[in-house]
């Protein structure tokens, strides 16, 4: 079921709504109907017009569903009055997201951030959900349950969120610690619309296992690998948690830690399925959510991957569109074609040499290893030797100044603060 207000382009309209099957196939629901209703404004009380609900309560009994979704945010009484006329469950897409997040969440972390979410999506619900319960028992004998039971479980589901926000607060710093014990090592975050390819480009770039599926929602959980990219570049590389059109706003803010990750990336890597046919705005969704998380002043480099699937046309086009719409650096890659991430790890080696840091190091001169890498990496200003030990002012990117760190008998004897 949609009704898109704004978008009046008809084709985007499908696209939203093969989305939504997607999600419902991920959600394990099968598709049995599709009712559409152009608005000009959706009514308060059943947000589609009254005659269209009584053609979807005739879908409704003449498919056999047992369960109506709209693509659309639906009010907490909207949702009940059209559960009253079709008789059926209703579910809105945000809600459909949170059903999937819980099916799908692993890490306790995870399972704790859509708990709360889902948590706070009810509790202004919950009156609807006991009249439903109560009705759908037959409500013979069984009479939905008076103000005080629900005045209990709102006091119980407010205790609940408390207790998990305070958990999920302790995960956020014992995460933060591990961070800063991670200080100086240059970290990129992969970022982007869901299903783009993001897990891909990592097991890809890592040589790890990494979990890929196509499904929707894949990743739940920030993993992070490192990533050699040759000549003795490191780094940190964070996969991260997809985004979608109409994100629960409850779920963005509970998965703020997850995506604490991203914050402290020194480049943000916007991974886009180039093959999409919707690409242009799953790109303005993500930097929308990017923009909601004020995350949208990191450096970003867009990875427009997928690229087997297109025809030369058309990433021509797609580099026009690019040349003439956005300053940001992009590369052309395919996670599937291991010699097109060259570009990629010279995207990023490029963005690890722009963060130098001018540092005076004193480091034992038979350690050719630790000077040869101060010789590739950095630019050296200065060079003493002193025999046993050679001191040098060198202009280091973060990344290596964080290894030189732990190799023994070398001393940084001032800088690396900047
Ligand atoms: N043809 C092609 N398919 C790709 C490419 N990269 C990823 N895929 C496929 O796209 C699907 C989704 O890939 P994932 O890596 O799981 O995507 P993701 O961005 O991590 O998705 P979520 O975790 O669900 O947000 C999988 O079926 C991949 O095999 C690519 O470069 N080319
Ligand atoms: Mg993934």
Known sequence: MSAPPRELDPRIAEEHLEELARLTDTAGGQVTAVVRQRLDSPSPKTFIGQGKAEELKQVVESSGADLVIFDEEL????????????GVRVMDRPELILDIFATR??????????ELAQLEYLLP????????L???RGGIGLRGPGETQLETDRRLIGTRIADLRKKLRDVARAREIQRQSRQGEFRAALVGYTNAGKSSLLRALSGSEVFVEDRLFATLDSTTRTVE???GYDMLVTDTVGFIRKLPHHLVASFRSTLEEARE???LLHVIDSSHPDREEQEEVVAEVLADLELDDRPQVLVYNKIDRLTHAEESAIKDRIRAFSSRPAVFVSAHQPETLGRLRDALKARMRARLHKVRIELPARDGEALALLYRQGEVIE?????????????????LLGRLRQRPGLVLVEGGEE
């Open 229 to 231: 990219l040759g000549d």
């Open 75 to 86: 009010s907490p009484a909207q949702g009940k009055n059209l559960e009253q006329v079709t």
């Open 134 to 136: 109560s009705r759908t």
């Open 265 to 267: 990336a020194d480049v």
């Open 105 to 114: 969440a692993r890490s306790k972390e995870a399972r704790m951030q859509v």
């Open 383 to 399: 060079r003493d030797d002193r025999g046993a030990t050679i001191e040098v002012v060198v202009r280091v990117p973060d990344a």
């Open 125 to 132: 619900r919950l009156k609807r959900m006991w009249s439903h």
